[in-house]
């Protein structure tokens, strides 16, 4: 059963979307639980995204995509 | 010594349409660049260092000086450059990148010139110094009136050629000032964990020089300062050395988050807002009415409206105009 | 497509992470610079140093390069292994004793007997209209004085792997990263920077330069963003029926020659692109390194599609006019004449 990487919540206060400034994985890549797997940014700071699970990631949205909080932007399984 | 009533108008003025033009090339800045942030993009590409809270500084120092005297500025300029008179247009369409630019949009918002009212600003810290100096000097040599003021942030007090340039112009006895904007912060790094002492006026000892320290942002303390420090180069005593302790309400550089400020500085500061207090003080004092402050800012708004248009509405440089200019 | 264990990083975080990893197993190793430590460095390269290392190895300085370059040419010599960050390659101006005549002259002076063992990390690059004192490579100002190594990565893995040759070398080395590779977050990266990277610790040689992309009708020899305006240009060409052949530098001091002349040597033309200045440094170099060697393998005159020699321009226009990007190095192409 598939696991979706979601862009967190609660990260940051704002309504704002956040951009998907890097994968550091490619599509169909296989990672850890747990390892580094994007980088996002909302208008002005840098987070980090982390596998929810290990396994094969398939990513759903690329690079320079603009996400909401809460958006699906792929899955590991 | 109190600024008159004219010049207090005349501060006021300085300092509102400083925090306009700053509120507007904030916005224009960001234009382009969301939601995805990057420098490169929008109409006003690069970095960008806005000087909201620190135009007491600014006025309270070029209310002393005039077109002859020679100020250089550093990479956070636009208030100093507004209160020494530069042409507001094309410093507006310089940071534009325009054609129509104070150098044809060969030096942007970190490097505007203007020769009209001696004027010059530098992107390396503390580089300004020399330039400065070398005016007050020339100006000995020439027999001819006018001092040079170099604005310098807290941090370059930390570099070599501060010292250098306070050196040279204390042993010559050159018609120059030092201006320090202490605004607390070089970029991440406090003041506090980079300066050896509380309060780099002390430092003009080691120049034999006068040094001042100006507590909280006062525009008329700093302009009482300057004001001593200024009549002193003049009367050819030599140069000063004032400090003043000042706001960065923005960021560094437009972009960033300032993680590094502890939680709630950010918020005390923007109470301590030097313009309605300004405001609120010359209401107090009688030297002026609500409809003449009003207009004042009215006007002053507009200017920067009419700046900002004429910018926007200026011609890109031709692309060929990057390989001229280099020599006289 | 399954691939097994892939890790890629952005060169920032490959720098960090380079470092992180020495100093675990090397407690003379130590970071100075300006913005270094809270903030994790303006460029990201010391992102999680200070949480895991704390203030004493891990130092914000204040605006002082000439003290604290100079300090670390010190403390190299003492028995530390300092990793310095000096901001802008531009900021130069205000320190260059400390750099060229004590970090590179040293060993020289002391014939030997005292080692500098120091990494100078600073970063290079434009196209962003960050104007003339922030946008500057001035690799050929480094290359060309003695004493000094430079390398120039292109690339994640090679960020990793010449940081920590770096950090190993008893000589000092200016590790000269560039800001459009460096996924920063605050400035566009160029994507093929960010490659897989080994988690655990490896060296990539210093002196030693890379077939990025194999060939046999032109060579074009880059380095830092270079690399990648020459692999965009390699594909145009391909399109054209052209096989280029791209040499990634990897290092400028030692400058290996060996590489540049066998490739040239095999495909007959030379185009170099450089974003620094174009008189008086690294393209000349390189083009003088072929011809005085052997004239014979070329079939046209080698080009150069460097910077002109003109201060960085602001405005966007310019600026973009100014810079080496595909289009030109495929035009030089074009332009080559038979010898």
Partial sequence: MATDIIIPTDLWEEDEDAVITTWLVSDGASVQDGALIAEIMTAKVQYEINAPASGVVSIKEAADAVVPKGAVIGTIS | ?328 | MNVPNERKLTIARSMAEAVAQEMRIDPSVFVMGEDIGALGGVYGNTRGLLEEFGSERIRDTPISETAFIGAAVGAAQDGMRPVVELMFVDFFGVCFDAIYNLMAKNIYFSGGTFKVPMVLMTSTGGGYSDAGQHSQCLYGTFAHLPGMKVVCPSNAYDAKGLMTAAMRDDSPVVYMYHKSLQGMGWLATEPGATVNTPEESYTVEIGKAKVARAGSDVTIVSLGMGVHHALKAAEQLEADGVSAEVVDLVSLVPLDRDTIRASVAKTGRLIVVDEDYMSYGVSGEIIASVTEHDISVLKAAPKRVAYPDVPIPYARVMEQFCLPNPDKIVAAFQGMKAA
């Fill in chain 2, 1 to 328: 010594m109190a600024p008159t009533q004219q010049e207090q108008h005349w501060m006021y003025r300085n300092m509102v349409t400083s925090r306009k033009f700053e509120e507007t090339i904030a916005g224009v800045y960001f234009e382009g660049k969301t939601p995805v942030f990057s420098m490169a993009d929008g109409p006003i590409p690069g970095e960008m260092h806005l000087s909201d809270g620190q135009e007491p500084v600014a006025v309270g120092v070029c209310a002393h000086l005039n077109a002859d005297d020679v100020v250089t500025a550093t990479h956070r300029p636009h208030h100093q450059a507004i209160a020494k008179g530069v042409d507001l247009n094309k410093m507006a369409a310089e940071i534009f990148g325009k054609t129509t630019g104070l150098s044809g949009g060969r030096g942007g918002h970190m490097h505007l010139f203007d020769p009209d009212v001696n004027f010059a600003c530098s992107g390396i810290i503390a580089q300004g110094m020399g330039p400065a100096v070398g005016a007050a000097l020339s100006r000995k040599m020439q027999n001819k009136p006018g001092v040079g003021v170099a604005f310098v942030g807290e941090g370059a007090v930390n570099q070599g050629g501060w010292h250098e340039a306070m050196n040279l112009a204390a042993t010559w006895t050159l018609p120059f000032v030092c201006v320090i904007e202490d605004n607390a912060w070089g970029i991440s790094v406090s003041k506090e964990d980079s300066t050896a002492i509380a309060n780099n006026a002390d430092r003009a000892a080691a120049y034999g020089i006068p040094g001042v320290r100006v507590a909280d942002n006062d525009p008329y303390a700093i302009y009482e300062a300057a004001g001593e420090a200024i009549a002193r180069a003049r009367a050819g005593e030599g140069p000063s050395l004032i400090e003043v302790e000042t706001y960065r309400l923005a960021g560094h550089f437009m972009g960033d988050a300032e993680g590094y400020r502890p939680e709630g500085e950010k918020d005390a500061l923007f109470e301590k807002d030097p313009i309605p207090k300004m405001r609120a003080k010359m209401l107090a004092d009688g030297v002026a009415t609500e409809a003449e402050l009003d207009a004042i800012e009215a006007e002053s708004a507009a200017r920067v409206e009419a700046a900002i248009t004429f910018a926007r509405e200026s011609a890109d440089p031709a692309p060929e105009d990057a390989l001229t200019s280099v020599f006289a």
